[in-house]
């Protein structure tokens, strides 16, 4: 896309250069959008005119996120859903909780794991 070709040229990076020997901060950025770097957009338009214009690199993954939140065509969500997959946060481990809250220990337990127990195995 010419998109990711202006974020291309705003970083200096080819993109004839493999992925994984791509600098890190351009990936973050083509990824997610993250710093908000202004990139320099030009589109010519089918009818002859053409349009430039700056605005910031939303990210790949961020634009079909939100793509997908806001459309209302189920075709448009399977497609996107082929690119979609269910992982646990490595963090948190999908217990959807701050490394903080889950630092607090009850008999060696953090929150969840206690939360898993049964009764019978809490009265013990």
């Known amino acids: 896309s010419k998109m990711v070709q202006s974020l291309a040229e705003h970083f200096n990076v080819s993109l004839e250069t493999p992925f994984k020997d791509l600098p890190e901060d351009f990936v973050q950025e083509l990824l997610y959008g993250e710093n908000n770097v202004m990139v ?16 910031p690199f939303e990210g790949v993954i961020v634009n079909l996120e939100r ?3 806001e459309t209302n065509s ?29 630092s607090v ?13 049964s009764v019978k195995e809490l009265l013990n």
């Open 74 to 102: 189920e075709y448009s969500r399977d497609k996107i859903e082929e690119y979609m997959a269910e992982t646990p946060c490595p963090k948190c481990k999908g217990n959807r909780l701050k490394k903080e809250v889950l």
């Open 40 to 55: 320099q957009f030009v589109f010519d338009s089918k009818f002859g005119g053409r349009r430039e214009y700056k605005a």
């Open 67 to 69: 793509r997908y939140r």
């Open 105 to 117: 220990l009850i008999g060696g337990k953090n929150i969840m794991e206690v939360t898993d127990l």
